[in-house]
């Protein structure tokens, strides 16, 4: 009787919870951003609906970083708590059946319980890329800021350098629904540096954290500075310039 009472539990039992990281890669162009929007597409609500649908409950998609309408990710990562027991292969492949094309998962792996991609992270790198030449293909168009007027590149090489070590980045951040909390905003970067070759500029930076538009606004600092407004280039100036287009940034890669 015993072995019996105890057989039934454990066809009763629920499955155990499984904490999923997801590495996904997506072109942000036709999504506002990362973060879910009502009435908009985004790239956590497409993947909240698809994981809700295959666990017959709400399921939250966590995210290690809200990046902005237009923006590209070559390597987010994400994290969601899951009962189904679906192999982690036929999960990745059945999520990015369902996925627009746009949204690709890389990778599924499980982690401990407590893992959050964007709390666990030391560090994130974006890439930010520009076309020199007089004209730009049809095919970077969409992946890379246009901009074929006269710029000194050695200037903005050597501001970029100033971007390193821990700054307060507030003059670089827009306005934000999470100002309210009073969060610092001290960030530390590892490294800031632009290339330029071929007619292309590529500016890569790597740091603890980012606040919104900062990377963008870094860029179009860098680009003052390339047409000559600014004259410190060993100092952060106080005010940025310009916000730099979405669509020539990438999300490359976070490390935890």
């Known amino acids: 009787m015993r072995q019996g009472f105890a057989l039934g539990e454990a066809r009763l039992a629920p499955h155990l919870m499984r904490r999923i990281k997801i590495k996904l890669a997506y072109d942000g162009g036709g999504f506002h951003g990362w973060q879910v929007q009502p009435g908009l597409p985004t790239v956590q609500g497409a993947l909240e609906r698809i994981v809700s649908d295959m666990e017959g409950a709400p399921v939250h998609v966590a995210g290690s970083g809200r990046t902005d ?17 679906i192999p982690l292969d036929n999960l990745r ?6 996925l627009p094309p746009a949204i690709r ?11 959050h991609p964007r709390f666990d992270a030391i560090a994130k790198t974006y890439e930010y890329r520009m076309v020199r030449e007089p ?3 049809p095919f970077e168009w969409p992946y890379a800021h246009h901009y074929p007027y006269r710029l000194d590149e ?15 980045f507030t ?5 934000d629904d999470r100002d309210a909390e009073g969060k610092s905003k001290v ?22 954290g980012f606040l919104k538009h900062m990377v963008r606004n870094i860029v179009g600092t860098l680009i003052e500075a390339g047409k000559g407004n600014i004259e ?9 310039g310009p916000t730099a287009p979405a669509k020539g940034l990438f999300l490359v890669g976070v490390e935890y």
């Open 69 to 85: 309408a237009g923006v590209h990710a070559l390597e987010q990562v994400a994290a969601f708590t899951i009962s189904n027991p």
């Open 93 to 98: 492949m059945a999520v990015n059946r369902l």
């Open 105 to 115: 998962v890389l990778s599924a792996e499980e982690v401990h319980p407590g893992f």
């Open 135 to 137: 004209v730009c293909s």
């Open 154 to 168: 050695e200037r903005m090489i050597r501001l970029a350098r100033a971007f390193e070590g821990e700054h307060d």
């Open 171 to 175: 003059a670089y951040a827009a306005s």
């Open 187 to 208: 960030r530390r970067v590892y490294a800031s540096t632009l290339e330029s070759g071929a007619g292309r500029m590529r500016y890569r930076i790597r740091g603890s």
């Open 232 to 240: 410190d280039l060993t100092a952060l100036p106080a005010k940025c």
